[in-house]
């Protein structure tokens, strides 16, 4: 359950908050001046706080200086009636997570609050990386056994100290974003800010405003200045995710961050500096990218100092028995029920199942098995019918469909990936198929060995002399190597 503080001298705005945010979900106290607001937080401990800016007694600003020195990662919305003046936004300097205008719009207030409510909830959860489920005192952890997973936990645990920004690739439902919230969680910026934005879910013309900021009458509707996420991400980490989808010039505006730690607000002049460290995310060849000139070269290096690859669920079907015993057990304790168990041959189901959603699609596939099963035991006829069904299991993606049809089955999923890259060549004039493609299979090769030539070499058939050539060629160790 999420709580909720509202600091406000007015006891009809406080009798208003009431009824908006009457729910069993969360806890909600209120508090009519700085003072008596700075008392409660230490014993209620909210994971929100909503305050006017202006009230008798310790005015807004100043609360919000002491329960930024005190509690730096409790996240605290102001709220004002006089917009057009400069003291929201010094609050907003001060740390505050964002503005509301009296009066208020009940819509929009719910939307800011769950929006905050989930970035504070995101801070607050301790990624674990730990590959054994036995150590089950963390609510929150990426799981595996597997090679392919120790590697990345390896990496998590070599770069979390450092102020190193990190690229993490895999596609979609891998767990991305697991991966930069362990990174933050055991990094030395944990007890500042941790916040996170979808770049393909936020429209182009609203993106630049939402990482950067805008001056009041910066564009139509910008009627009060506004502070962005890396501002109010100020000592705290950034996680940009699905960063293939931004647009140039939004790139050069991140380009440029990320080179000198300053910006300007959109429609400003005025030169901000911010230390924020970033860790970007994308399901998208972004070399690819590069080479058909839709994503900055410069930048890709920027953001390519440490790459983090979580591989496919599919690539690490030893892990499966051990996510779906951590799934049931989550599910369990989110409805206080006794964990299920699973019915002989719904384990060897599932390993047969190419999951095109990865760890995603497993999650919600035994929550959906959950919720059906009749008794105590989840059974073959509770999974999705895409999962159970007569076939489901037979497709290339499967090591068993691949011994099966034999190395013809392999030359024809070769041929057929030859043919959709000639495509994507068709479709972009200036793709560089060859040196893209070489280029991120040695980069795969090498992290699939742990960075070892002898054996990446061996992989892709090559000679060690000849890998070490294409490495220094494309200029590979410097991605791979620790800041």
Known sequence: MSKLLLIDDEEDVRYSFQRIFASSEIEFATAASGEEGLKIVPKFKPDLVLMDVRM?????????????ATHPKLLVILMTAYGTTQTAIEAMKLGAYDYLLKPFDAVKIKELVANALKAARDMKQVVSYEPLLQSEDYELGIVGRSEAMQRVFKLIGQIAASDATVLVTGESGTGKEL??????????????????????????????????????????????????????????????????DMTPPTQTKILRVLQSGAFERVGGNQLIQTDVRVIAATNKPLEAAVAAQQFREDLFYRLNVVRIHIPPLRDRRDDLPLLVNYFLKKISGEQQQTPKSIAAGVIQTLQKYHWPGNVRELENAIRRAHVLAKGDAILLNDLPPEISGPGAGDTPHTPGARAAAGDETAVTDTAGLARQLFQWAKRNPKLKILPAVERELIIQALQETGNNQVHAAQLLGITRATLRKRIEKFGILRELTVK
């Open 179 to 244: 991966v930069a919230r362990a990174i933050y969680s055991h990094s030395r910026r944990s007890a500042q800010p941790f916040l996170a934005i979808n770049c393909a879910a936020i429209p182009e013309p609203l993106l630049e405003s939402e990482l950067f900021g805008h001056e009041r009458g910066a564009f139509t509707g910008a009627s009060l200045q506004r502070i962005g996420k890396f501002e109010q991400c100020h000592q705290g980490t950034l996680f940009l995710d699905e960063i293939g």
């Open 56 to 68: 008798g007694g310790l005015n807004g600003l100043e609360t919000l200086r002491r329960l930024r």
